[in-house]
């Protein structure tokens, strides 16, 4: 396959725009998640934040389930030109909406356009390395993430409290210039896009809006803008159950469906995504709340706070250059490190909870979320890998897809349950985080048990790609 790109493109060239692209998304999504209460207070309607936020996370998960099928029938290279083009104009857009209407329209079309665009990278990097070179750039991807995730909190948060609002979503718009050109000179799809001529879903696609629309909203308004007994509540998670049932009945039944049952029979994709959703709790944890204990519960400024992703961000950048080559050489350690990272993130989180109370804690956290990087690039170079390693070039795009469904579904309820627990504890999050980290242990245990139980698909050259559906 590289072969193939060698000589319609170049695939080192567009293995660097992807991971351009893929921090211009992350300083879109960070830069909003810093200035949304700055918006909210602006228009005088803090009262709505939760909408917002419900809205944005709404329009996410439903386009991660279509993107896939989306991006097979039109192309990568033109979904991934009309999402970044969408993902710009529409920030720009709500920069300079000037009422919150507007603005709550634009933000739900900026996460339908940015959430086909966040899952570009990754199928360009599929398509521009090997199999035996992808868990290395893998890992390099994540520390490209990282990047962004460390950097579009500050930046953000500097350039809204300097300048204001309007000019956080301008900022990055250069650097999507840059990735983009760069994109269409050098990336080239592989061959394979047969396909593309076939009819959309829409049946399936329908049920996917349906059912994980009225989930997503369920999981954020549940106990928060909606009592546990409102009938609406209730009303929305009948909903999911029969959309889901006719959602699994119609993919059993049609091969091309938007997320086709079949890719699951691919014993590698169906292991990584039952594995994937029960590491995300310990992602949401230490990437959200730990923050919020950091401001809320120790009284440190914003830009404090931001100090503590740096040791993360380290460390996955020391993993990623000191295993990154001794990995692709030693396939037989990716299932070692499929276990030493579950293991490595389940002892991290027991020390958290029971040091959470601690005086010492502070100091300590620098040293976990250090610990908790290293767990995270372990993920990256084998897990996340594993689920596109024997998809063969026209299950990608939907294989792709549907692991992004999960991802986001798994961080909704996530956070669903953190917020739970926040709200059981009187909003005290230094008194509710070490149970947070308790109950993380649970979707750790499972992943450990799981990962142990199928250690034979992990690491194996021997394992040849399914011939081309």
């Known amino acids: 396959m590289t072969a193939v790109l060698q000589k319609r493109g170049d695939p080192k060239r567009a293995l660097a725009a992807a991971y351009l692209l893929r921090i211009y998304i992350t300083l879109d999504i960070m830069g909003y998640s810093v200035s949304l209460p700055v918006i909210a207070a602006g228009f005088d309607a803090l009262e709505w934040y939760a909408v917002i936020l419900v809205a944005g996370a709404t329009a996410t998960t439903i386009v991660s389930a279509l993107s896939g099928r989306l991006t097979l029938l039109a192309g990568r290279r033109r979904a991934m030109l009309v999402s970044v083009l969408g993902t710009a104009g529409c920030s720009v857009f709500c920069a300079f909406s000037g009422s919150l209407p507007l603005f709550l329209a634009g933000y739900f079309c900026k996460n339908l356009f940015a959430g086909v665009a966040t899952t570009m990278p990754v199928g360009i990097l599929a398509d521009s390395t090997s199999r035996e070179e992808r868990p290395r750039y893998m890992s390099l991807y994540s520390v490209m993430n990282n990047m962004g995730n460390l950097l579009g909190p500050l930046l953000g948060g500097l350039v809204t409290d300097r300048f204001g609002f309007w000019l956080t979503p301008l900022y990055p718009l250069p650097l999507a210039a840059w990735a983009v050109a760069m994109l269409l000179r050098y990336y080239r799809q592989p061959a394979g896009e047969a396909v593309r001529h076939e009819a959309f879903d829409f049946s399936g ?46 993919g059993r039944r049609q091969e091309n469906a938007v997320i086709p049952l079949s890719l699951f029979r691919v014993r590698s994709f169906a292991v990584a995504n039952l594995l994937i ?70 002892g991290v989180e027991l020390l958290m909870g029971l040091t959470g109370s601690w005086e010492a804690f502070p100091a300590l956290l620098y040293g976990f979320t250090f610990l908790l990087g290293l767990g995270e690039a372990l993920y990256y170079m084998t897990l996340y890998a594993l689920y596109q390693r024997d998809l063969s070039p026209a299950q990608m795009p939907t294989g792709i897809s549907a692991q992004f469904l999960l991802a986001s579904l798994s961080t909704s309820l996530c956070s669903s349950i953190y917020g739970v627990l926040l709200t059981a504890w009187g909003g005290d999050i230094m008194a509710a985080y070490p149970v947070m980290c308790y109950v993380t242990l649970i979707p750790t245990t499972l992943y450990l048990v799981i990962a142990a139980s199928c250690r034979s698909v992990f690491g194996g050259r021997e394992h040849e790609p399914p011939p081309a559906s």
């Open 205 to 250: 696609g329908a049920m996917l809006i349906g059912g994980v629309g009225s989930l997503v909203v369920f999981l954020n308004l549940g106990g928060q803008r909606l009592s546990w007994r409102s009938p609406v509540l209730w009303g929305l998670a009948l909903l999911f159950l029969l959309c889901l049932g006719l959602f699994l009945r119609h």
């Open 277 to 346: 959703p029960l590491i995300i709790p310990q992602m949401t944890l230490s990437n959200n709340f730990a923050l919020l204990l950091v401001q809320v519960g120790m009284g440190r400024s914003a830009a404090s706070s931001a100090t503590y992703a740096i040791p993360k961000t380290l460390a996955i950048i020391l993993a990623s250059l000191l295993l990154g080559k001794w990995i692709i050489r030693h396939p037989i350690w990716q299932k070692r490190f499929v276990l030493i990272s579950g293991g490595l993130i389940g």
